[in-house]
């Protein structure tokens, strides 16, 4: 198993709909293809995490790093991953709606250009990328908790 998470700059205009159909194409390819993840859009900036076999993800990702509507700036690979986070999604689209369930974004942005500009030793990369991508994925995974139903 083979991981990696990106970090891109929107290069031109995409409203709310254009990423659900990025999103949207995404899965279906993946489902064929075997990768699973999530794609998380806000602002100006796409963070995007798969998972799959070695030679898939590397293939798949020379593709989305040639896609015009994004310009990637930073990528972490992560190697010989045990298990797959997101092992029921071939592509979560993490709308903003998620967020403020999940990490913010903003905190992992900046851990993703600290990790890519930084020399650390890459066991300690994986680490840190591990423990994100677990905390997300089991906020994700957790039902909803629906505010209106409460009952205490
Ligand atoms: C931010 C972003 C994320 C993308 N993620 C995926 C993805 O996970 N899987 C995928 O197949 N295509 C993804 N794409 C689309 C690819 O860049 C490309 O358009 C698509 O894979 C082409 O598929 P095709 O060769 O079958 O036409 C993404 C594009 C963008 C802009």
Do not use: C
Not at 50 to 70: A, F, K, Q, V, W
Request: net charge negative.
């Amino acid at each position: 198993m083979h991981a990696l998470i990106y970090l891109s700059n929107i290069s031109q205009p995409l409203d709310k709909d254009d990423v659900i159909e990025i999103a949207t194409k995404a899965s279906i390819k993946n489902k064929r293809i075997g990768v699973t993840g999530f794609l998380s859009s806000r602002g100006s900036k796409f963070i995007q995490y798969l998972e799959g076999e070695s030679e898939t993800i590397n293939e798949l990702i020379e593709t989305i790093t040639n896609d015009p509507r994004h310009d990637i700036q930073h990528t972490i690979h992560l190697r010989n991953q045990p298990h797959r986070h997101f092992a029921n999604w071939s592509m979560r689209l993490i709308t903003t709606d998620d967020e403020s369930r999940v990490l913010p974004d903003d905190t992992l942005i900046s851990v993703i250009q600290d990790i890519a500009k930084s020399n650390y030793e890459p066991a300690i990369v994986d680490a840190q990328i591990y423990t994100i991508i677990n905390r997300i994925s089991r906020i994700l995974y957790m039902p909803r908790y629906d505010n209106k139903n409460r009952t205490i």
